[in-house]
Each structure stands twice: as structure tokens, then as C-alpha cells.
């Protein structure tokens, strides 16, 4: 759980930056993902959540990471999981790159860790939080006066 503080603090980052591409990127994912989250209660959130974060985990880590460790260097493996994962979440160039350090971070914990199970939990802990926090935000920015 320890290894989602890096991840929540990119996320507290993000959610405070005066950058105008992260800026737009946090109105976009609101106005996109918040009209389709804010019925849904916490245990939905999380079921979403360890969802999420094992099958990006498994994809990501332990298929594309470890495919490409076979035939490549582990710095190499990593950088090349990390960029498909970025592209993935592809929804802004800001997004991409944000997306793609945190698969750094997460394949890098794969990397010291040796096991799958950490990144999972630490991948779905991180998208657990974002969501919640997502759906309060949007309750706030549409609650009527």
C-alpha cells in the first residue's frame, strides 16, 4: 500500500498544477468519467478499481514487460512497457506522458519487487482513490444552489 504514495502524490500534483495541459486534462477526465461514475457507491468503485489495476498489471508487467525482458535488457523491457502503457492511455499528449511515468514507477517496482502482486495492489489502491475523489469532485462542480 506503502508504494501508492508516489502515485497519489502525482495525483495531488496533477490536481493542483497551474499547467494548462494537466489542467485541461483534469476537466476532461471529470467531465467525461464523472456523469458516468457519481451513481456508482465505493464498493462499485473498487470492484472497478482492482479490475483496472490487474488487468493493466498483468498485461502491461507481466506479459509485455516480462515478453520483452526475455529479449532485452531490463532498463529496455521497462522503458518500452512503460511507452505502450503511456500510449494506451492515450486520451491527451499530457495524459500519455503521466501515464507512461507512473508505468515506469509501477514497472519499476515489478522490477525491485519480483512479484506481480505489488504492483496490482498498488496500480488499484491509486485507481480506488483517483476514482473516489473524481466522483466527489464532481458532485461538487454540479451540486445545484
Known amino acids: 500500500m506503502a508504494a501508492s504514495l508516489p502515485l497519489l502524490l502525482g495525483l495531488w500534483w496533477s490536481l493542483r498544477t497551474e499547467l494548462p495541459s494537466v489542467r485541461q486534462l483534469v476537466q476532461q477526465v471529470q467531465d467525461h468519467l464523472g456523469p ?5 457507491s465505493p464498493a462499485v468503485l473498487a470492484v ?6 490487474t488487468a493493466e498489471e498483468v498485461l502491461f508487467r507481466g506479459v509485455v514487460q516480462v515478453g520483452l525482458g ?5 532498463g529496455l523491457a521497462l522503458t518500452g512497457a512503460s511507452v505502450l ?3 494506451a492511455h492515450f486520451l491527451t499528449p499530457a495524459y500519455a506522458l503521466l501515464a507512461a511515468v507512473a508505468g515506469l514507477y509501477l514497472g519499476t517496482v515489478f522490477l525491485l519487487q519480483g512479484n506481480l502482486l505489488v504492483p496490482i495492489v498498488t496500480h488499484s489502491l491509486y485507481d480506488f482513490v ?3 475523489y473524481l466522483v466527489r469532485r464532481y458532485r461538487a462542480a454540479v451540486k445545484p444552489e
Open 85 to 87: 502503457f503511456g500510449l
Open 70 to 74: 526475455r529479449v532485452l535488457p531490463d
Open 36 to 40: 458516468v461514475l457519481v451513481s456508482q
Open 48 to 53: 472497478l478499481s482492482i479490475l483496472a489495476g
Open 130 to 132: 483517483a476514482l473516489t
